[in-house]
Every structure is written in C-alpha cells, then in structure tokens.
C-alpha cells in the first residue's frame, strides 16, 4: 500500500490533497452490509462465480443506495491479470473504470489459479468502490491513490466486515510518497 506521486498540475495538486486529508468516510449501518459481507464468503468458499456475483452486487448496491450514488456495472472475471516490470510482478485484483462505471473484480490469483480469499477479495470490492464513491460524490475525478484514499477504503471494509480498524501509521519516501510503516501499525493496534 502505497500513495501515488503527487501530480504536477496545480489543480490536480489541490484535488491529490483535499483526498489525502479526507480521512473519515461516513458508515452504513451495520445491516444488511454483514449479512451481504458473509453471503460472499460462503460463495467464495464455494467458489461460485455467480454467487460471488450476486453478493458483490448486493454490497454495491446497498452502498451505492446508502450513499445516494449511481449504482456501479459489476463483472466478475476469473484470474488476475499479471504484469511484470523489472523484478516486480504486479496483480490486478479489481479495477474501475471512471468512464462507464464498471467495477470489476478478479476472483482467482494469478499463478496457482486459486479462488481468492474472503479478505482479499471484500478489501478489494470496497477499494473500488471507494474509487467509484470518489468519482461520482466526493468530486475527485482522479481518484488518486492517497493516504485519505486508503484509509476511506480501510474505515469502511473493516466496518463491513465488522474488524476493528487499525490505525495506519505512514512513513515518508524520500519522494514524497507515502508507504504504510506495519511494524508501527501493529505495534499502536496492540498486536506485538
Ligand atoms: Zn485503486
């Protein structure tokens, strides 16, 4: 987890910075979201690909609606999509498109083809929506990668998934860019 460079145009700068200081996002009640969040582990567990669907459609749904936002296109595709560069191997787990609203979500990991896990895969679900909640409500049209993004992202997927939220501790690159210090994180959340 990592925060994205900060852009060069000015009025992408002020968009990149309102969005890393928004650190707080509203919450949904607790149901029906939990009782939706467990309805997609079973259908992960059971590795049912319309089942997945029909339970991440629910969640988008219900959060959209809560939100009073446009509801999202959801597809859900098979193996994440990897990339190389240099000596990294990147995953796609999920995208969003700004353009057509469509959210889609990877259900198997790249190499071993396994169904991913009810984790992995709800923090994704609730990462692209947190694009599409940027785009279509909070008029952050880039939707950068902030340290406000991430920590939305986190508030509400513990919230759903009913964990308690950690509170991120951030470390500086020496780019100006943001990386998430996990020893800190744990150490202030109280898992030594
Ligand atoms: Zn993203």
């Known amino acids: 987890m990592q925060t994205e460079k900060l852009p060069r145009a000015r009025d992408q700068k002020e968009e990149y910075s309102r969005s890393d200081e928004l650190r707080a996002v509203e919450l949904p009640p607790e149901e029906p979201f ?93 990462h692209e929506f947190c694009h599409h909640l940027d785009v279509v409500s909070l008029e952050l049209p880039n939707t950068f990668h902030t340290r406000g993004f991430f920590e939305r992202v986190a508030i509400l997927y513990h919230h759903i998934q009913n964990t308690p939220v950690k509170e991120i501790v951030w470390q500086k690159f020496s780019d100006g860019t943001y990386g998430v210090n996990w020893a800190k994180t744990m150490e202030r959340s109280g898992n030594k």
Not at 52 to 57: F, G, H
Not at 60 to 89: C, H, M, N
Not at 91 to 104: A, E, K, N
């Open 34 to 126: 939990r009782a939706y969040a467990l309805q997609l582990k079973d259908a992960l567990v059971a590795e049912d690909r319309k089942a997945i669907l029909v339970a991440s459609r629910l969640l988008l749904y219900a959060l959209s609606d809560f939100y009073e936002v446009k509801r999202p296109v959801v597809k859900i595709l098979s193996v994440r999509p990897q990339e190389t560069s240099g000596e990294w191997i990147f995953q796609t787990f999920g995208d969003y498109d700004p353009g057509t609203l469509l959210i889609r979500l990877f259900m198997k990991t790249a190499v071993q083809k396994k169904t991913s896990s009810y984790g992995t895969f709800l923090s994704t679900l609730v």
